[in-house]
């Protein structure tokens, strides 16, 4: 049982860890187009 | 779209587990693993094909796109490499009391998440233009395919501790391996998807700052 528990732990934790690092990249994105947002009309 | 399709399949991976630890159990209770070992062993092979695809059709027109699923793919592959071997090896300590035996499809699904590990090094450690690079990377992708069919023959046709396939004895088992097969193919459908669009927009903003 504890092998079993310990096997779907491990594919959930890795699907999760893989999906929070995407949820972080976009996070990321979203600031970079809003600082050029801003930044845009200042430059024009 | 891109959740619902994420809804799916965490949905169908949730009726899976449930279906293989309730109805659809395998005795003894540590063998139930394969309802995770598999999927995402399969998936671990299908992002192959997918990179292997994607690299063929960057070479052949030079397109951006192509090059971008190439990398998603070989990034979502490399988690469900990992996942492969690390389910692997605790089934195999559950079942065969040892964590690594140097058999033929562990030392092939060994060489598999290698493979995958070594693709993503090359993607930010080659120097020159992006373009060269992305070359370089297509033409590691097509030549490290050639494991892929090596991690599925290899337990068929050379003696082997691992099985090479797995006879069920109700309609519950197949049922649960099913939904955890098709949850898993969704998921990784949907994390290729994903991580393309993010890179696309990446570059598209990267190409927009500096020209």
Redesign the interface.
């Known amino acids: ?1 504890l ?2 528990l ?3 732990s ?2 959930w934790v ?2 999760f860890a ?2 929070l690092v ?1 949820d972080r ?2 996070r990321q ?1 979203q600031c ?2 809003h600082a ?1 947002a801003k930044a845009a009309p200042a430059d024009a | 779209m891109r959740r619902l399709l994420f809804a799916l399949a965490i949905g169908l991976l949730m009726v899976s587990t449930y279906l293989g630890l309730t109805t659809g159990q395998i005795a003894p209770v540590q063998r139930n693993i394969l309802y995770a070992h598999v999927p995402n062993a399969v998936c671990a092979l299908l992002c192959f094909v997918v990179l292997l695809i994607a690299s063929i059709g960057y070479l052949g027109n030079g397109r951006q796109g192509w090059d971008l699923v190439a990398i998603a793919s070989a990034e979502a592959g490399f988690v469900f490499a990992t996942i492969l071997n690390a389910t692997g090896m605790i089934f195999s300590r559950a079942e065969w009391n040892i964590w690594w035996t140097p058999s033929p499809r562990l030392v092939s699904s060994a060489i598999l998440w290698f493979l995958y590990a070594v693709y993503l090094i090359l993607r930010v450690s080659l120097p020159g233009s992006r373009h060269r690079n992305a070359r370089i990377c297509a033409v590691f992708g097509i030549i490290a395919f050639l494991d892929v069919p090596l991690v599925f023959i290899s337990a068929r046709f050379l003696p082997d501790i691992h099985r090479p396939n797995f006879s069920f004895d109700s309609g519950w088992q197949t049922a649960a391996l099913m939904l955890g097969m098709a949850g898993t193919v969704l998921l990784a459908g949907g994390l290729i998807w994903l991580r393309t669009s993010l890179l696309h927009s990446n570059l598209k903003l990267e190409e927009e700052l500096f020209p």
Do not use: E, S
């Open positions: 049982m092998y079993l310990l096997g779907f491990v594919v890795c699907h893989y999906l995407i990249q976009a994105l970079r187009l050029r």
